[in-house]
């Protein structure tokens, strides 16, 4: 929430579209909850400024997501681990994408809630893992269709990094939790 607010604020990124509040924070867990990679899973809302010429959502802007969101996953989970050790000031990493790749795999599609799961593989000291994966659930079945499948390869500087009080990121938070209520971050530790 804080952090994609942040981002969307600073890069300009999305113009609204693949920005908060029409992005948002499904879920997220740290690898120790769900025994794999650090998640976060946003949800967004694939409206029409972002449909190619065939009424499916555009290749480019999956990319910026897969790029954008799995930053934003890095950060929070960076940003977690420090707050959990007790941190008051964290220490956000500068990156810089050394690699990205996108696979499209199905059409995303207007008239259902799109899925982004993004993960954190392996982060390192220079280099971080990224995954991503781009789905429509079927409110139904719970039957996923993946539409996209992205992996992110980022430098990560600690020279360069920014602060952030604490206490900035949890009002952020907080913030998120009013605007939209229906926002699944219960049973994340992020």
Avoid: I, W
């Avoid at 990679?37 to 449909?51: A, H, W, Y």
């Avoid at 999956?62 to 989970?77: E, H, K, R, S």
């Avoid at 993004?118 to 994966?133: E, T, W, Y």
């Amino acid at each position: 929430g804080a952090l994609l607010d942040h981002m969307s604020k600073a890069s300009g990124f999305g113009g609204g579209d693949l920005a908060a509040p029409n992005v948002r924070v499904h879920s997220a867990a740290l690898a120790q909850d769900n025994g794999g990679s650090d998640t976060v899973t946003f949800q967004m809302n694939v409206r029409p400024s972002l449909l190619n010429g065939m009424g499916s959502m555009h290749g480019g802007a999956q990319a910026t997501l897969v790029d954008t969101l799995t930053t934003v996953a890095l950060m929070a989970v960076e940003a977690t681990k420090q707050a959990q050790s007790g941190a008051e000031t964290l220490q956000l990493s500068a990156t810089a994408s050394v690699s990205l790749v996108v696979e499209f795999l199905a059409a995303g599609r207007p008239d259902a809630p799109l899925f982004l799961e993004c993960s954190v593989d392996r982060a390192g000291k220079r280099l971080a893992f990224l995954g991503a994966v781009l789905y429509h659930m079927d409110q139904g079945t719970g039957k996923r269709t993946v539409v996209a499948r992205g992996r992110h390869v980022k430098n990560v500087a600690k020279q360069g990094a920014f602060s952030v009080p604490r206490q900035a990121l949890r009002s952020g938070v907080d913030a998120a939790r009013k605007r939209a209520p229906t926002e699944t971050v219960g049973h994340s530790k992020l």
